[in-house]
């Protein structure tokens, strides 16, 4: 069977281009909306820190992706090195291109060092138009790559794996019970999206967690291999505090960016294939992004035997046992949101207010500006 | 992995010789060119730029990376060592099991949390791209040369054509000088004055020296006609080799950017879906004894049916079109396969048998 019959590739470089440039301009968007939900109180100010600092990597990944796609279909490179993205239920680049990212960004000292400078190679560009008359399509690709590589080699970016990273948030002198807030993100690989993660712990041993290097690399390791969207965060959880006796979780929270639908690049089922089809006419009004964010918070703890003395806590986390759904679900509070232009949003509103119901929409104005319904 | 290694430095150093080999057979069939424009006998240079040696070598080195791409088969098989890893219990673990099956489960249950095979796949990746850029410079190569020799061909062409009519020209005026020649012949035996007689002889004379001429002409644009068509002919046969080769190339890069690309879809998968699999059932029963069950737990029983239902109906909703593109793709994935095992016929049967170095490729 084959297992790549959702991607799509993107081989015209006016497609891709209004691809990236589209991107660029949803995830501009999203950081005011994470503004307005920190207004609204829904998350912290320190998650909205950490939110924007990933947003960004993501919009540089973006930016990178565009850079090295820039002219491959004016060289005529093989389809195998041509962007592809997840057409259905993702909209964003398959997995493959940011791990092949990773891959790059190892080698990118080396690629630099044989690629000839900008300067000599605009010199080589002047050159081949005054002499041959033609454009130096093979000259532009080596320098989109240079430019590519430079920017792997500089910039902040979004990888498949982006490891966590610890913030000290305050400390019960009495009871020497530590908080930390761990963030983490990685580029899952079975939906093709971004995925965020946030944890609250607490820490009972006496050492502090990101100093005590018997845990904190193991901590490390543990939270990156399970983050794996087909797992629900109970489990993730439980797995955790299972694993680790003296560090509990308080509260996971899991933010899905994605997916991202439009009518010009993806195939989507439901209402929202008949809103942006009708919404589509005028290019870049025709798209909209959804994201979730799944929360477990932990409701109690209860003791349990290790060894023959000691007792660790454990969490037991609150899961609304009368919704089937939710219980099924693994998590305390899903919540789901939709960003989408005013032409979109508008024909949602006539037509298909009810599907959408318990969505948060956010709607982007002509002046870019932001409101929420 | 580290033989998969040595045999990727292997086969660079054969593209490199490889593309040493065509750039001199190039060169020479260039300058052999440029030789002839200056007039000078060039059957020596065309005779010695033999495709033989050239030919034997690239098919070594075809050979030598459908090998390398088979041999990727190879490495990958070691994932599925980590998958049955996370099915099974490791000997330590059976060993506790005999003592304790709750404590052998639960350190089976902590080792697949922290399993990932993200690292392999980054491998994976990363030995794809280094083959996939030695094909893909190869194939650049190869059209560059290619590019080259048609070029070259198409003004040899013309040349040949000018070379051609010109000689057919000098025919005709041999041909026409004919009846003139026997025409003072026949004038010559009839003719008795002495006065008379040298002159026609005079006259013969020059005709004779200047037909001698002609069919000198003749022969030495003959031989250059000749040269010519020897040239076109060898750069026709190394057209049609390097275009042969341009093929050969891309069946490879084909062949292993489609199963590159399936690979690491299919083990991501396989090994997330594994993980899945092994743990989720177990934290909801976990988080269950801590909860108050009673009477929730009936409620939620009866609420499993419906959701049962509604999974199905999104499998369903999902699969929707996958039929249709799946059948597509499975084609495409079909034929490549089909050019690759066409081309590699010796390879793969050999790979199979697992019967390296027992043969001649």
Do not use: C
């Given at each position: 069977m084959d297992l790549t019959y959702t991607h799509?590739?993107?081989?015209?470089?006016?497609?891709?281009?209004?691809?990236?440039?589209?991107?660029?301009?949803?995830?501009?968007?999203?950081?005011?909306?994470?503004?307005?939900?920190?207004?609204?109180?829904?998350?912290?100010?320190?998650?909205?820190?950490?939110?924007?600092?990933?947003?960004r990597a993501l919009s540089n990944t973006f930016t990178g992706l565009s850079y090295k796609y820039l002219m491959a279909d004016r060289v005529k490179l093989q389809s195998?090195?041509?962007?592809?993205?997840?057409?259905?239920?993702?909209?964003?680049?398959?997995?493959?291109?940011?791990?092949?990212?990773?891959?790059?960004?190892?080698?990118?000292?080396?690629?630099?060092?044989?690629?000839?400078?900008?300067?000599?190679?605009?010199?080589?560009?002047?050159?081949?138009?005054?002499?041959?008359?033609?454009?130096?399509?093979?000259?532009?690709?080596?320098?989109?790559?240079?430019?590519?590589?430079?920017?792997?080699?500089?910039?902040?970016?979004?990888?498949?794996?982006?490891?966590?990273?610890?913030?000290?948030?305050?400390?019960?002198?009495?009871d020497v019970r530590r908080s930390y807030l761990i963030h983490w993100a990685v580029y899952d690989s079975q939906t093709n999206l971004p995925v965020i993660y946030f944890m609250e712990l607490e820490d009972t041993a006496s050492r502090a967690l990101p100093n005590d290097e018997r845990r904190w690399p193991r901590v490390q390791a543990h939270l990156m291999a399970q983050s794996v969207s087909s797992l629900k965060l109970l489990t993730i959880a439980?797995?955790?505090?299972?694993d680790f006796d003296t560090l509990h979780p308080k509260m996971v929270r899991r933010f899905h960016l994605g997916p991202m639908h439009s009518h010009a690049f993806t195939q989507q089922h439901g209402p929202i294939r008949d809103v942006l089809a009708e919404a589509s006419g005028e290019a870049g009004l025709d798209w909209a992004l959804a994201w979730t964010v799944e929360s477990l918070v932990s409701e109690s703890i209860r003791k349990e035997k290790v060894g023959i003395f000691k007792t660790a806590e454990r969490e037991v986390y609150h899961l609304d046992k009368l919704d089937f759904q939710m219980a099924d679900s693994g998590a305390s509070d899903i919540s789901r949101a939709l960003i989408l232009p005013h032409r979109a949003y508008q024909v949602l509103n006539e037509k298909h207010k009810s599907e959408f119901a318990d969505v948060r929409k956010y709607v982007v104005g002509t002046n870019a500006k932001i409101l929420s319904y | 992995m580290s033989n998969l290694d040595v045999q990727i430095e292997q086969s660079r150093k054969e593209v490199e010789q490889a593309q040493s080999k065509i750039?001199?057979?190039?060169?020479?069939?260039?300058?052999?060119?440029?030789?002839?424009?200056?007039?000078?006998?060039?059957?020596?240079?065309?005779?010695?730029?033999?495709?033989?040696?050239?030919?034997?070598?690239?098919?070594?080195?075809?050979a030598n990376i459908a090998e390398l791409i088979l041999g990727l088969d190879d490495v990958t098989a070691g994932f599925s060592k980590d998958f049955d890893a996370m099915r099974s219990k490791t000997?330590?673990?059976?060993?506790?099991?005999?003592?304790?099956?709750?404590?052998?489960?639960?350190?089976?249950?902590?080792?697949?949390?922290?399993?990932?095979?993200?690292?392999?796949?980054?491998d994976l990746i990363g030995k794809s791209n280094v083959i996939s850029k030695m094909l893909t410079d190869q194939l650049n190569e190869l059209s560059v040369h290619k590019n080259q020799v048609e070029a070259?061909?198409?003004k040899t062409l013309t040349d040949r054509e000018v070379a051609?009519?010109?000689?057919?020209?000098?025919?005709?005026?041999?041909?026409?000088?004919?009846?003139?020649?026997?025409?003072?012949?026949?004038?010559?035996?009839?003719?008795?004055?002495?006065?008379?007689?040298?002159?026609?002889?005079?006259?013969?004379?020059?005709?004779?020296?200047?037909?001698?001429?002609?069919?000198?002409?003749?022969?030495?644009?003959?031989?250059?006609?000749?040269?010519?068509?020897?040239?076109?002919?060898?750069?026709?046969?190394?057209?049609?080799?390097?275009?042969?080769?341009?093929?050969t190339q891309m069946v490879l890069i084909n062949k292993l950017q489609t199963d590159t690309k399936q690979r690491v879809v299919l083990y991501d998968a396989l090994s997330k879906s594994l993980k899945t699999a092994q743990q989720q059932d177990v934290a909801h029963q976990i988080n269950e004894i801590g909860v108050a069950t009673d009477k929730e737990?009936?409620?939620?029983?009866?609420?499993?049916?419906?959701?049962?239902?509604?999974?199905?109906?999104?499998?369903?909703?999902?699969?929707?079109?996958?039929?249709?593109?799946?059948?597509?793709?499975?084609e495409e994935k079909i034929k490549a396969d089909e050019r690759f095992a066409r081309r590699f016929e010796k390879i793969v049967e050999m790979h199979d048998k697992n019967a390296y170095g027992q043969g001649d490729v």
């Open positions: 799509a590739v993107l081989d015209s470089a006016a497609e891709t281009r209004r691809y990236f440039a589209k991107f660029e301009r949803i995830i501009a968007h999203l950081e005011a909306v994470a503004e307005i939900s920190m207004d609204e109180k829904l998350i912290t100010t320190m998650e909205v820190k950490m939110l924007k600092g990933y947003l195998g090195d041509q962007f592809s993205i997840d057409k259905t239920e993702s909209g964003f680049p398959v997995f493959r291109e940011i791990m092949q990212m990773s891959v790059d960004m190892t080698q990118a000292n080396k690629h630099l060092k044989s690629l000839p400078s900008p300067a000599r190679l605009k010199k080589d560009m002047v050159n081949h138009i005054l002499t041959e008359k033609t454009a130096p399509s093979q000259l532009q690709f080596a320098m989109s790559q240079r430019i590519y590589y430079e920017y792997l080699d500089k910039k902040d970016l979004f990888l498949t794996q982006n490891d966590p990273e610890v913030i000290w948030v305050g400390m019960d002198v009495k439980q797995g955790f505090d299972n | 750039a001199e057979l190039s060169s020479r069939i260039d300058s052999a060119r440029s030789k002839m424009e200056q007039g000078s006998d060039i059957t020596f240079d065309i005779d010695n730029a033999t495709l033989d040696d050239v030919h034997a070598h690239s098919n070594k080195m075809s000997g330590w673990e059976k060993f506790v099991g005999v003592f304790s099956k709750k404590r052998s489960e639960m350190m089976r249950q902590e080792r697949v949390r922290v399993a990932s095979i993200e690292d392999k796949l980054q070259n061909l198409t051609v009519s010109k000689l057919e020209a000098i025919k005709a005026e041999l041909i026409a000088m004919d009846p003139k020649v026997i025409e003072l012949e026949g004038k010559l035996s009839i003719e008795t004055k002495p006065k008379a007689r040298a002159k026609l002889e005079a006259e013969l004379a020059a005709l004779n020296s200047k037909y001698n001429e002609l069919a000198q002409e003749e022969q030495v644009r003959l031989a250059e006609s000749q040269t010519l068509e020897r040239y076109i002919e060898k750069g026709k046969t190394w057209l049609d080799s390097l275009q042969n080769q341009s093929a737990a009936q409620v939620a029983m009866a609420g499993i049916g419906a959701a049962t239902n509604n999974r199905m109906a999104d499998m369903m909703e999902a699969h929707e079109d996958h039929i249709v593109f799946a059948r597509k793709v499975v």
